[in-house]
């Protein structure tokens, strides 16, 4: 089997390899585009010397750290608020479900003490029903105690809905101050 012998690609002459470069350097000048002002500075080649530009870079840098620490000391404040102020938040949620808490204590007790006087008068209305002789005082004995229930049952809302207004309204007093200062520091 023969084989073959590649054939050589025909190159060009090293005069002219060396005039490509040259004039590929020349169509597309390399430029630096700074990021800053500073590095324009920086890194101007032709510009004075490196010696002469460092006492701007020392009032730069100056300048860099007095923003950088009042960015700081802003934060800091702002953070500082902030937590000033979820703390006040936490402790009028506080505030308010232990009020809520003493407060539904203080209407379960007055409807178990309700229901207990109720009890007691439903007691003493079925014995004085019982002791009817006839069908008239019956009636007329079912009547009363129809009527002292409903009666009852009547200035029993009206008193639970009466503590449970004034608990509603004492829970959410912290709440309503929380809400008054957060619009007086928004609008001023």
Same mark, same amino acid.
Not at 45 to 64: I, N, Q, V
């Given at each position: #089997? @023969?084989?073959?012998?590649?054939?050589?690609?025909?190159?060009? %002459?090293?005069?002219?390899?060396?005039?490509?470069?040259?004039?590929?350097?020349?169509?597309?000048? %390399?430029?630096?585009?700074?990021?800053?002002?500073?590095? *324009?500075? @920086?890194?101007?080649?032709?510009?004075? *010397?490196?010696? $002469?530009?460092?006492? !701007?870079?020392?009032?730069?840098?100056?300048?860099? !750290?007095?923003?950088?620490?009042?960015?700081?000391?802003?934060?800091?404040?702002?953070?500082?608020? *902030?937590?000033?102020?979820?703390?006040?938040?936490?402790?009028?949620?506080?505030?308010?479900?232990?009020?809520?808490?003493?407060?539904? !204590?203080?209407? #379960?007790?007055?409807?178990?003490?309700?229901?207990?006087?109720? *009890?007691?008068?439903?007691?003493? @209305?079925?014995?004085?029903?019982?002791?009817?002789?006839?069908?008239?005082?019956? $009636?007329?004995?079912?009547?009363?105690?129809?009527?002292?229930?409903?009666?009852?049952?009547?200035? $029993?809302?009206?008193?639970?809905? !009466?503590?449970?207004?004034?608990?509603?309204?004492?829970?959410?007093?912290?709440?309503?101050?929380?809400?008054?200062?957060?619009?007086?520091?928004?609008?001023?």
């Amino acid at each position: #089997m @023969a084989t073959k012998t590649p054939k050589k690609k025909t190159t060009k %002459s090293s005069a002219s390899k060396a005039a490509q470069p040259a004039k590929a350097a020349k169509a597309a000048p %390399s430029t630096v585009i700074p990021f800053a002002p500073i590095g *324009a500075e @920086a890194l101007n080649p032709f510009g004075s *010397a490196m010696g $002469a530009k460092a006492p !701007e870079f020392k009032s730069y840098f100056t300048a860099m !750290e007095t923003n950088m620490s009042n960015y700081k000391d802003q934060y800091e404040k702002m953070t500082g608020d *902030a937590s000033a102020a979820m703390r006040q938040q936490i402790e009028s949620y506080v505030q308010v479900g232990t009020s809520l808490m003493k407060g539904s !204590e203080a209407i #379960m007790k007055a409807c178990m003490e309700l229901a207990q006087d109720s *009890a007691e008068r439903n007691a003493a @209305a079925w014995k004085s029903l019982m002791a009817c002789r006839t069908m008239n005082e019956a $009636a007329e004995q079912q009547n009363k105690m129809a009527q002292a229930n409903l009666d009852e049952a009547m200035s $029993a809302a009206t008193k639970i809905s !009466e503590m449970t207004i004034k608990v509603c309204t004492e829970a959410c007093e912290p709440l309503g101050e929380q809400v008054t200062k957060a619009m007086k520091k928004m609008s001023a």
